[in-house]
């Protein structure tokens, strides 16, 4: 039983983490596709920014590997997870911030043009401008 | 004066940034002062760009910049070699005369202080955007670079006709997917190799073309770069987004926007993996089978449409399939076809929506019905719109011929026929759309218009607006006459030594 554990364990964290996080990016781009509320679409486009995100914090962790803060005692690189991927991924959060408010201040001047941010109301015959 | 020379690269990007961040602070006490320091930045940009290129052609060798003195490895450098110093040079003009033209669109529009210095700051971090993406050497730089293009291309669409939020907001939901498939890209590249620095990059990659994480990377950049470059079937954001961006913004974002993700590609698919090898000719094919459907989809898409921008900016999806075409073709002719249709198709596409801004300006016009008899009265602005439709066409002695012409020396040495019959067929087709127009301009009644400018002015335009549109005539033509020296003097090598390699 515990032997059937440790595989389980074993196959999680070196297989399973990638498919959740390609799960969590099929989901959201999925919605971004199917919503027809553009709020919603918004957020599933975070949701996808969240999840390339856990894609590169995934491969920057190593077995044993403890935070990359310099310790007196521990002078091998060996000991260390790789920060690097940390470092891009900060990065990339600040980007995806600068793009939801993007989207949220285009969403307010959508809303005041159209008195709606529901897809089909804007394209189809709901929308005031048609 | 030495110590300047030697920060030339630096200086290009953080000039526009510069006036980026100054325009909204200086905007607040004056108004002109603002729009003045991004003009002025931006064009002390092209004095550098030009002298970074100088410096390439007559050394004979890549500039390399260290940031803050990091060495390439672990700090970001910037390469700038034959190649990117044209584009380079290429995107500091059109951003300059860009910038120039939008400000008779300032005093016709009545906007405020805060409209004007946000438009100008966009504008010049649109520019930023643009020059950082085509002169780094670094991949994770390169998207930090697409994501600035990206949001201020948000904006500059935004702030557009009434239908530019709309645009802008689909065209952030594509975007923003583009961007995470190039992440993704990076990620399995970075996981492979264990560096993100493009010709540390390269040398690591040569034992590893064939691994599964190299070929879903190849394929995620594929997508992540088709994307912003409006490739076919990934281009459902492009004609919304190039019609209804703001009419003064449009030669920038139409004209370069989707050209320099196009370099982009070139560099990672040529300087970085392995084009030699045979997972990337497979890639290489499905990128030509997306190239010819898009070309022969554009062209008969922009058929059916009367709205000049639509019309323009189907066509561009056609102009982009050309580019494409020459990365999928592959060889010396190939790649050299598609970095000049890179730069003519820039200027010929920036010099059309200059034209349509013009008209839009001037008389209100959106629909080429309404164009009858213009020429009488807009001389210039109608000489730029045939110079370019012509070009665009493909014509001789203008710029679009001879990239249209190396496309077809390549596909024939290459021995695939079945792409210069395309080249021809769209070309065909392009005269048709084109000519449509040219029809409607000569030959067409005069009809009613919405609004008509009293003639205040002693030439048809303000001349803010008349020197774009005479630099953009002044390229087509010199790029034509003067191409082989372009080629030989400076692309040759650099294709050479550094593409295929």
């Known amino acids: 039983m515990s032997e059937l554990i440790e595989k389980l364990e074993f196959f999680l964290a070196d ?17 971004m596709i199917a919503c027809g509320n553009y709020m919603k679409k918004l957020m599933c486009m975070n949701m996808m920014q969240v999840s390339i995100i856990f894609f590169f914090l995934t491969f920057g962790q190593k ?27 900060l990065t990339a959060i600040v980007v995806s911030l600068g793009t939801t408010g993007v989207g949220l201040a285009l969403l307010m001047r959508i809303k005041d043009i159209y008195g709606t941010i529901e897809e089909d109301r804007i394209t189809g015959d709901g929308g005031k401008k048609q | 004066m030495n110590q300047i020379a030697d920060h030339l690269p630096v200086l290009v990007i953080l000039l526009p940034l510069c006036g980026t961040l100054l325009c909204p602070i200086i905007s607040h006490f004056n108004i002109n002062a603002g729009k003045r320091t991004v003009i002025t930045a931006l064009f002390l940009s092209i004095v550098c760009a030009v002298l970074q290129l100088i410096q390439v052609i007559t050394t004979g060798e890549a500039i390399h910049y260290w940031l803050g003195g990091w060495a390439p490895p672990i700090g970001i450098e ?34 405020d202080r805060i409209h004007s210095a946000g438009y100008y700051s966009m504008l010049a971090f649109l520019s930023v955007g643009l020059l950082g993406l085509s002169s780094t050497g670094d991949a994770f730089n390169l998207y930090v670079f697409m994501e600035i293009t990206a949001i201020s291309g948000y904006g500059l669409i935004a702030v557009g006709e009434d239908k530019g939020p709309i645009a802008s907001f689909r065209y952030l939901m594509t975007g923003t997917i583009g961007a995470c498939m190039y992440l993704l890209g990076i990620g399995f590249l970075y996981a492979a190799t264990g560096t993100l620095n493009m010709a540390d ?8 073309m064939d691994s599964p994480l190299i070929v879903m990377s190849a394929a995620c950049l594929i997508v992540g770069f088709g994307i912003k470059m409006a490739l076919f079937p990934l281009h459902g954001w492009q004609p919304a987004a190039h ?13 370069i926007m989707i ?35 898009g070309i022969l989809f554009g062209s008969l898409k922009a058929l059916r449409y ?84 012509l070009s665009m066409i493909g014509l001789p002695p203008f710029a679009g011929f001879f990239s249209k012409w190396y496309l077809a020396l390549g596909a024939i040495e290459k021995g695939n026929y079945f792409y210069v019959a395309v080249l021809i067929l769209s070309s065909l087709l392009g005269a ?18 919405e609004k008509e400018l009293p003639e205040k002015s002693r030439f048809e335009l303000p001349w803010q607006m008349l020197l774009p549109l005479l630099t953009v005539v002044a390229a087509v033509i010199l790029l034509g006459l003067f191409n082989a020296y372009i080629v030989n003097g400076v692309l040759k090598t650099t294709i050479w030594e550094v593409v295929l390699t």
């Open chain 1, 15 to 31: 297989r399973g983490i990638y498919m959740l996080t390609l799960i969590l990016f099929a989901v959201a781009v999925y919605g």
């Open chain 1, 63 to 89: 077995n044993g590997g403890t935070l990359p803060v310099a310790i007196d005692e521990v002078l091998s690189a060996e000991a260390y997870i790789n920060p690097l991927p940390h470092a891009l991924m």
């Open chain 2, 78 to 111: 910037f390469v700038i070699d034959g190649l990117n110093g044209v584009v380079i040079l290429l995107v500091a003009i059109i951003s300059f005369t860009t910038a120039l033209y939008s400000s008779p669109f300032e005093k016709l529009e009545r906007i």
């Open chain 2, 201 to 208: 990059l390269a040398d690591r990659l040569t034992g590893l």
């Open chain 2, 243 to 255: 019609s209804y961006a703001h009419p003064a913004a449009d030669p920038m974002i139409a004209g």
């Open chain 2, 259 to 293: 050209k320099i993700p196009a370099y982009a590609m070139l560099r990672f698919f040529f300087c970085i993996f392995d084009e030699q090898s045979h997972v990337m000719q497979l890639f290489f094919n499905a990128i030509g089978v997306m190239a010819v459907i």
């Open chain 2, 306 to 389: 009367d709205t000049y921008n639509k019309i323009l900016a189907y066509s561009s999806i056609g102009q982009v399939g050309y580019i494409a075409m020459g990365f999928a073709i592959g060889n010396f002719y190939g790649i050299i076809g598609a970095i000049l249709h890179i730069v003519s198709h820039a200027f010929m596409k920036a010099g059309l929506f200059y034209t349509s801004g013009a008209l839009k300006y001037k008389y209100g016009i959106h629909d080429i019905n309404e164009l009858g008899q213009v020429y009488r009265k807009m001389p210039v602005t109608s000489l730029t719109m045939v110079i370019c439709a």
């Open chain 2, 432 to 449: 048709i759309y084109f000519f449509r127009i040219m029809e409607k301009l000569f030959m067409g009644e005069k009809t009613a218009r």
